[in-house]
């Protein structure tokens, strides 16, 4: 019974079935069970495929988002250059606004 295919074990549910309500009752309750377990194996591996794809877009998440932080870090240093820049040049130019003062007094 071991090398059992759908048309014997449906031969012998059927058989099962014509015997009286307790092998009919243990006949549907096996198909019951038999579809259950497909059913079960169908939503394990579509689960297995859902884990799998959020995995990868997990990884893609992750990759961008150093991207986007690389990106910040890199303008956050040219803002920081640019402030200092400009730092500089207000001073002069309140020095030389002095001096013009100075001079026109």
């Given at each position: 019974?071991?090398?059992?295919n759908?048309?014997?074990?449906?031969r012998?549910?059927?058989?099962?079935?014509?015997?009286?309500?307790?092998?009919?009752?243990?006949?549907?309750?096996?198909?019951?069970?038999?579809?259950?377990?497909?059913?079960?194996r169908?939503l394990v591996?579509?689960?297995?495929?859902v884990?799998?794809?959020h995995k990868?877009?997990?990884?893609?998440?992750?990759?961008?988002?150093a991207?986007?932080?690389q990106n910040?870090?890199?303008?956050?240093?040219?803002?920081?250059?640019?402030?200092?820049?400009?730092?500089?040049?207000l001073q002069?130019?309140?020095?030389?606004?002095?001096?013009?003062?100075?001079?026109?007094q």
């Open positions: 019974m071991t090398n059992m759908s048309t014997d074990f449906l012998l549910v059927d058989h099962a079935a014509g015997m009286n309500d307790r092998w009919l009752f243990l006949a549907a309750f096996c198909l019951l069970l038999v579809l259950c377990g497909v059913v079960i169908w591996h579509q689960l297995q495929a884990i799998a794809d990868h877009l997990r990884e893609d998440h992750h990759t961008a988002l991207h986007i932080i910040q870090n890199e303008t956050a240093l040219q803002l920081a250059v640019c402030l200092d820049r400009n730092t500089v040049a002069d130019c309140t020095q030389e606004l002095r001096r013009i003062r100075e001079r026109n």
